[in-house]
């Protein structure tokens, strides 16, 4: 799993430095094919994502997320399948109101926004995949340059 | 308060590291384990009595109490006997040999067996209580002398969850001991007596006459082992268990072992009935 | 016109002695305490002392699980609807249930009183509202205070002053006393804040927690029967009070409780922290959300799904994608 | 013990000097509520407030604390003792109250000999404490009835009594004396006039809560024993909510909890408070319960408090602060309690 799928990085300058750990949940019907794909693509993306696979985007419990920031992550990233392509009908609509609740209590309790993010991919958005891995690590890591050496988590 | 030695006056609640040498498998949920201190001076320094028993720490997963299974003469390694059961068990159960360990203790009191000088002994165990019986057991073999009749009863829910069945057979071979063995349920292949611990200890009528009665295992076993041996004529001085209770830092402090104004902790987990009797219920 | 209070313990009285209910749950007075406290009534003789005044805050719903299935609970609107949550939840059953509805005066903040009262307020014995005054009983007599300086701050934007599908009815209904949301100023200048400043002012408070967990306990919705929080295997927020682990267990509290639309805003977590904890500004602001992306209000209809069992397809995705810069 | 008098302005003065050399701890109100913290300045001390919430026991057995870490490397483990606080100077603790102050006398007894309880025995020996007598008292005060706390003050090294614009500090400890050696310059020997308006100070506080605690300690331990199967541990736990309030507010309590924090390559072993409230507590891996019900779990705590405590320690636990009576959100009140429990009651002999 993990880091499996992301091959070598080439970074713009700014983001260099900056080691940042993003965990991503993914649906393993799609997104996790998709960055399966994007891996085996060769498309550029950095190495900064654990992934964690699971059977279904309503299988992401959002404690999950919040024990992701416990431990220490620094991003937190959510995909799976696209509305209406769920593998078992209507899991990704559950997951859809919980993360959307999720959301909001992050932002509530002071989480940065850059830090946590909710896409669908479908198993055939490698190049989706590798974009939202690539903005999200910059966005991680212009949140931690900010945070130099503050409260993280 | 037990004159075993102790490792630590003030207790800052940090284990001495030990090895787990090996992983014996007993039933489909009960191994024994067998430990053995890094430091040699530890080891020269912890001297148990049978009853007694360590915390056993698995870094990352916690620490809890079993009471030692190995003979207190043994003083190359400790052994517990642990059923699965809970957090830090399971993890127990998942260690591989060889893996750091930390041990706590001893503490608690002992079986006074002192006091049962030039007696019979009566030892009762079910299902994994016969552990702390064990240590019991081997120091009556080793001042076989002491004592006068050694009589060993043990039962378990069904053949496959008698532990230390090795030792069973060899104990079956000594002359200087008798061991009967039940089940409350057989299978095509045992052949001994079948039916739960208290009914077996009745048909078999032990007398009470100069015996001191030891007894441990479930809960509800040993309220019916006690009945039944109150009913054979055994005084509640004569008749000697090991509590089960919910322990953390084993030294009196943490609050949660007590029986009244009593800590399982420190001033047993072995109380004759006669004391258990002066205690409120709350066991 | 007797009191509210004479007409529950005659409510009560009748219900026990009929048989049908074997306990009524209500409100006692006891020296010494600002609030009144809960009573488990089960003899007619017992539920003499039964009463109601604008010190009943407590509510009663947090041991609707405990309750026989015959019997009864003295409730405010606010109540009825976390007891309707439960019914909701298919965590208690309706038949059996009787309600013995208050028409409430509104509800005082143990804080405010002892605010404006200072020690006397020790040796309160009874309060009512007459008008838009808050009348205490003390020790050295009566003292009269402007309602709106004592009303528990949920009372200011109460819509159930009158309880609803309740069988029984007592006290008058009373004009309530409306304000702006008390707590409008301060989720404003949260809501305008950083994201730093946000977690920031969370820290100070949840620094110091010391996971008594009287919030949960006390919280009409929190009615699981083994809490992700006393968990072990695995362990899903250490049992340390540090600022990081109370962090995680809050916001787990959170997400469960307002964040899946379960809270009523009955603020009841809030008034019983023992370190002052300001809860319901994170009770509200996830409420009102439930509110504004689902039009969900817990509470209010037996039927009604909650809102994490159930999904639009037409829901919103606002929370979707790269933040905007 | 020796006594002295500090004139009261000189109190800050001596605050002052003495935080130069160690943290000094003391009440400081905030968010509607007082706390000790550390403080700097004197003018940060909040005399006027009631006891501080969280009591001063927890500065010595903090609600939660590191007892070692630990580092894996494959099969093996290293330990290592955990950072101390930077306070080995020991802290000035000022403003504490005598019934705080009693029951850290308790916990000597509780976590001390044998097998003493290390880390808060560390922090006793190292830490001073200037208590300082009530100026006024709360209906839920009944520390004199539970535990003689105004007429046999200890627990502290100083004990403070302002009486007009004199201070009576009373050394209680060795510890103590040697504190009034290092301020001898702001301290003159205290005369008996002072000394008498002091006690009467304390005998009349005694008097006027002599009513609050509504049963009598005469004989209490067999009386609450006789109790056992009384029907109001049963109805008066009914309301409880089974929250850690009374428990963990409390001075005197004890009971913690052992635990692991651990990632893939090491973590650290903690103590948090756990209590008797709860009914994991005593909850066993295989699922027996010794106290399964709110019942026996209010009794436990009842009877530690009055019964337990003296049998084992020689001491009532309960110094009768009144935090578990006035902090309980749905009005249990232990004094009723023993009061209701121990009405009926007759101890046998």
């Known amino acids: 799993m993990a880091g499996s799928v992301s091959a070598p990085e080439k970074q713009s300058e700014a983001a260099q430095q900056e080691p940042v750990q993003i965990v991503a949940f993914f649906c393993n019907w799609c997104t996790y094919a998709a960055a399966d794909l994007a891996g085996s693509s060769r498309l550029e993306q950095p190495a900064v994502v654990r992934v964690v696979r699971l059977p279904c985007s309503g299988r992401i419990r959002p404690e999950l997320v919040l024990a992701a920031f416990h431990r220490g992550a620094d991003g937190v990233l959510v995909s799976g399948c696209h509305p209406g392509d769920c593998h078992y009908a209507q899991g990704n609509y559950f997951a859809r109101r919980r993360l959307a609740m999720l959301s909001d209590l992050l932002t509530a309790t002071g989480i940065d926004r850059r830090r946590v993010r909710v896409e669908w991919c479908s198993a055939a958005e490698a190049l989706k995949v590798a974009q939202v891995i690539r903005e999200m690590a910059e966005d991680v890591r212009e949140w931690k340059r900010e945070h130099q050496g503050a409260q993280r988590h | 308060m037990s004159e075993a030695a102790r490792l630590v006056p003030a207790v800052d609640y940090v284990p001495y590291p030990a090895r787990l040498e090996e992983v014996i498998p007993e039933t489909s949920d009960i191994k024994t384990f067998r430990l053995r201190f890094l430091e040699e001076t530890v080891?020269?320094?912890?001297?148990?009595?049978?009853?007694?028993?360590?915390?056993?720490?698995?870094?990352?997963?916690?620490?809890?109490?079993?009471?030692?299974?190995?003979?207190?003469?043994?003083?190359?390694?400790?052994?517990?006997?642990v059923k699965r059961v809970g957090k830090v068990t399971d993890a127990l159960h998942e260690l591989a040999p060889g893996t750091t360990v930390g041990i706590r203790g001893p503490y608690g009191n002992h079986f006074a067996l002192d006091e049962a000088r030039g007696k019979k002994l009566l030892v009762i165990g079910g299902g994994i209580g016969l552990a702390p019986l064990r240590a019991l057991i081997y120091d009556a073999f080793e001042h076989r002398a002491d004592y006068r009749d050694l009589w060993i009863i043990y039962g378990a829910r069904s053949p496959g969850d008698l532990v230390y069945r090795r030792e069973l057979d060899q104990w079956a071979q000594r002359d200087d001991c008798r061991l009967d063995l039940t089940?409350?349920?057989?299978?095509?292949?045992?052949?001994?007596?079948?039916?739960?611990?208290?009914?077996?200890?009745a048909e078999l009528r032990p007398v009470s006459a100069d015996t001191v009665a030891y007894t441990c295992g479930p809960p509800i076993m040993i309220k019916f082992v006690i009945q039944n041996l109150l009913q054979l004529g055994f005084a509640p001085e004569q008749i000697v268990t090991t509590l089960e209770m919910k322990m953390k830092c084993g030294v009196g402090k943490c609050g949660r072992c007590n029986i009244g104004p009593k800590y399982v902790c420190l001033d047993g987990p072995v109380f004759t009935y006669a004391e258990l009797q002066s205690l409120p219920p709350e066991y | 016109m007797p009191s509210a209070t004479e007409q529950v313990v005659e409510q009560a009285q009748a219900l026990l002695s009929s048989g049908q209910a074997e306990v009524v749950l209500g409100y006692q007075r006891a020296p010494g305490f600002v609030l009144a406290r809960p009573l488990f009534a089960r003899t007619p003789e017992q539920a003499e002392r039964l009463m109601l005044d604008p010190g009943c805050v407590a509510d009663l719903s947090s041991y609707a699980l405990q309750l026989p299935q015959k019997a009864a609970a003295v409730v405010k609107g606010c109540d009825v609807r976390?007891?309707?949550?439960?019914?909701?939840?298919?965590?208690?059953?309706?038949?059996?249930?009787?309600?013995?509805?208050?028409?409430?005066?509104?509800?005082?903040?143990e804080r405010k009183v002892r605010q404006r009262l200072g020690d006397r307020a020790d040796t309160l014995t009874a309060v009512r509202r007459e008008g838009d005054q808050m009348i205490f009983t003390l020790a050295d007599g009566e003292q009269s205070l402007p309602a709106a300086d004592v009303l528990a701050d949920r009372c200011f934007i109460c819509k159930v002053q009158q309880p609803q599908g309740v069988q029984v009815v007592v006290g008058e209904p009373i004009t309530p006393i409306t304000s702006d949301d008390p707590l409008g100023s301060e989720l404003q200048r949260l809501h305008a804040a950083s994201p730093d400043e946000r977690r920031a002012f969370w820290a100070e408070h949840f620094e110091?927690?010391?996971?008594?967990?009287?919030?949960?306990?006390?919280?009409?919705?929190?009615?699981?029967?083994?809490?992700?929080?006393?968990?072990?295997?695995?362990?899903?927020?250490?049992?340390?009070?540090?600022?990081?682990?109370?962090?995680?267990?809050?916001?787990?509290?959170?997400?469960?409780?307002?964040?899946?639309?379960?809270?009523?805003?009955?603020?009841?977590?809030?008034?019983?922290?023992?370190?002052?904890?300001?809860?319901?500004?994170?009770?509200?602001?996830?409420?009102?959300?439930?509110?504004?992306?689902?039009?969900?209000?817990?509470?209010?209809?037996s039927e009604a799904p909650v809102p994490m069992t159930v999904y639009d397809t037409a829901d919103s995705e606002a929370h979707m994608g790269r933040p905007k810069k | 013990m020796k006594a002295y008098q500090l004139r009261a302005e000189d109190l800050a003065k001596l605050i002052l000097r003495a935080a130069a050399e160690r943290e000094v701890w003391a009440p400081v109100r905030r968010n509607d509520l007082t706390l000790f913290e550390r403080i700097t300045d004197p003018a940060q001390i909040d005399w006027e407030a009631d006891n501080v919430r969280v009591p001063l026991r927890g500065l010595f057995l903090p609600v939660q604390e590191a007892l070692f870490t630990f580092r894996k490397e494959g099969a093996e483990v290293t330990?290592?003792?955990p950072q101390d606080e930077p306070t080995l100077a020991g802290r000035l603790i000022i403003g504490a109250r005598l019934c705080d102050a009693a029951a850290l006398e308790y916990l000597d007894r509780a976590f001390g000999d044998p097998l003493a309880d290390a880390p808060?025995?560390?922090?006793?020996?190292?830490?001073?404490?200037?208590?300082?007598?009530?100026?006024?008292?709360r209906p839920y005060c009944f520390c004199e009835v539970a535990s003689e706390v105004l007429s046999r003050p200890r627990g502290a090294d100083w004990l403070l009594t302002r009486v007009e614009d004199r201070l009576l500090v009373e050394v209680l400890s060795e510890k103590g004396e040697r504190l009034a050696q290092s301020f001898s310059d702001l301290l003159s020997e205290a005369d008996s006039q002072l000394l008498e308006a002091?006690?009467?100070?304390?005998?009349?506080?005694?008097?006027?809560?002599?009513?609050?605690?509504?049963?009598?300690?005469?004989?209490?331990?067999?009386?609450?024993?006789?109790?056992?199967?009384?029907?109001?541990?049963?109805?008066?736990?009914?309301?409880?909510?089974?929250?850690?309030?009374c428990t963990f507010l409390c001075p005197s309590c004890q009971c913690f909890d052992i635990c692991d924090r651990a990632g893939i390559l090491g973590g650290e072993r903690y103590r948090c408070y756990d209590t008797c409230q709860f009914a994991s507590f005593t909850k066993m891996a295989s699922g027996e319960n010794p106290r399964p019900t709110q019942s026996e779990r209010l009794r436990n705590r009842v009877l530690h408090k009055f019964a337990y405590s003296n049998e084992r320690f020689g001491a009532t636990a309960c110094v009768g602060c009144g935090r578990c009576v006035y902090l309980c959100p749905v009005g249990i009140d232990i004094r009723e309690v023993v009061e209701m429990a121990t009405k009926e009651a007759v101890p046998v002999e």
């Open chain 4, 120 to 137: 808060y025995r560390r922090r006793r020996e190292r830490d001073l404490i200037v208590a300082v007598t009530c100026e006024k008292e």
């Open chain 2, 43 to 81: 080891a020269a320094a912890f001297a148990h009595k049978p009853g007694q028993f360590l915390t056993l720490s698995v870094f990352g997963e916690g620490e809890a109490p079993f009471c030692i299974a190995s003979p207190a003469s043994e003083r190359e390694y400790l052994e517990i006997s």
């Open chain 3, 82 to 109: 976390s007891f309707v949550g439960l019914i909701q939840e298919k965590q208690i059953k309706p038949e059996g249930l009787t309600f013995i509805g208050w028409n409430c005066p509104g509800v005082v903040s």
């Open chain 4, 79 to 81: 330990l290592a003792a």
């Open chain 2, 183 to 201: 089940v409350d349920k057989g299978d095509e292949e045992w052949k001994g007596h079948v039916g739960f611990v208290p009914q077996f200890l």
């Open chain 4, 198 to 245: 002091a006690r009467a100070i304390r005998v009349a506080i005694a008097g006027r809560i002599s009513n609050n605690a509504r049963f009598s300690p005469e004989g209490l331990p067999a009386r609450l024993m006789a109790a056992w199967d009384s029907p109001v541990w049963q109805s008066e736990s009914e309301r409880c909510l089974g929250c850690g309030i």
């Open chain 3, 208 to 301: 110091r927690c010391i996971r008594c967990y009287a919030c949960r306990e006390v919280c009409p919705a929190c009615c699981c029967r083994e809490c992700i929080i006393d968990c072990t295997r695995p362990v899903w927020v250490p049992r340390a009070p540090t600022e990081q682990d109370n962090f995680l267990f809050q916001q787990i509290r959170m997400l469960h409780v307002p964040g899946y639309g379960r809270c009523t805003d009955c603020g009841e977590c809030e008034r019983v922290c023992p370190v002052n904890i300001p809860l319901r500004l994170l009770t509200r602001t996830l409420h009102d959300d439930i509110v504004r992306l689902y039009n969900y209000r817990h509470g209010l209809d």
